[in-house]
């Protein structure tokens, strides 16, 4: 356990931190499976719909710092190509 002033404010500032990022991270996986699930559906106008949402979450979450933005870039890029498979 923390001794000091600044370790106890610290272990606070981590477990807020982590609560947001757990959130921010989940939240995106969840719209990253909603592609996903109407694109294995063959649901092309719910999968456009549902990557149209997708896309700037996932931006969001890399300007966070949650995700890297490369792995953004990459998750982006599938799900699109994925997508545009359905026509």
Do not use: C, F
């Not at 456009?48 to 996932?58: H, R, S």
Request: aromatic letters at 2%; zero cysteines.
């Amino acid at each position: 356990m923390a001794n000091h002033k600044s370790a106890i404010k610290r272990n606070k500032q981590n477990k807020v931190r982590n609560a947001r990022n757990t959130h921010i991270r989940s939240t995106m996986r969840t719209l990253v499976k909603q592609v996903r699930e109407a694109a294995a559906a063959g649901e092309k106008d719910a999968a456009q719909e549902a990557l149209a949402k997708a896309i700037p979450y996932i931006d969001k979450t890399s300007t966070k710092g949650v995700i890297h933005k490369a792995t953004a870039s990459r998750k982006i890029s599938r799900l699109t190509k994925l997508v545009n498979s359905l026509a």
